[in-house]
């Protein structure tokens, strides 16, 4: 089956963030995304990886990015 791919309204529920939020990310770039008809759109296992690289990237500023 095809890489399911999302919308910013779904990425937005599932990183938990506001909508305009996601969309500035993928529109600076800072998201993995692509415009279909002038819609942003991202694939799952391109959000995944995103997320495992944030993560990687967390560990080594000492594990957490909260500021403790």
């Known amino acids: 089956m095809p890489d399911e791919v999302l919308t910013i309204k779904e990425v937005a529920a599932l990183l938990e963030l ?4 996601v969309y500035a990310m993928a529109q600076a770039g800072q998201i993995p995304a692509f415009k279909i008809r002038g819609q942003r759109r991202i694939k799952r296992t391109e959000l995944g990886q995103w997320i495992d690289a944030q993560q990687r990237g967390g560990e080594r500023r000492g594990g957490r990015d909260d500021g403790r």
């Open 18 to 21: 506001a909508g305009k939020t």
